[in-house]
């Protein structure tokens, strides 16, 4: 059974930044799209960023483009959120996820596995 584990989360000030990182456990297959999400308390979850399974492709949402990079580490199981300039209205719990199937980009009740999340919480 895949299981996703996530790190990273944690509380900063308006304008820093955070690493997340995810990696599947019982698992060697790289041969996923990795994708993040997040949601904050009363909201949907929203799309943040996605990754391609050789890298090579990203897409981000709207309200983080510019800001986060989605990246994979060179064992490429491994994949890192790199959030900077963060302010308040990035605060939630922070999901990966990870998609074995062959539509790009997945949707997102395509995703066959979730991390637990992680919170990221900025302050003013």
């Known amino acids: 059974q895949v299981q996703l584990v996530e790190s990273g989360g944690g509380s900063v000030q308006t304008g820093g930044s955070l690493r997340l990182s995810c990696a599947p456990t019982g698992s060697t297959d790289t041969n996923f799209v990795m994708g993040w999400f997040r949601q904050a308390p009363g909201k949907e979850r929203e799309f943040v960023a996605v990754?391609?399974?050789?890298?090579?492709?990203?897409l981000y949402g709207d309200s983080v483009k510019g800001r986060f990079v989605v990246s994979r580490g060179d064992a490429k199981n491994t994949v890192y959120l790199n959030m900077n300039s963060l302010t308040p209205a990035d605060t939630a719990i922070y999901y990966c996820a990870a998609d074995f199937g062959p539509i790009w980009p997945p949707a997102i009740h395509e995703y066959d596995y979730w991390g637990q999340g992680t919170q990221v919480t900025v302050s003013s």
């Open positions: 990754i391609s399974r050789s890298g090579h492709a990203t």
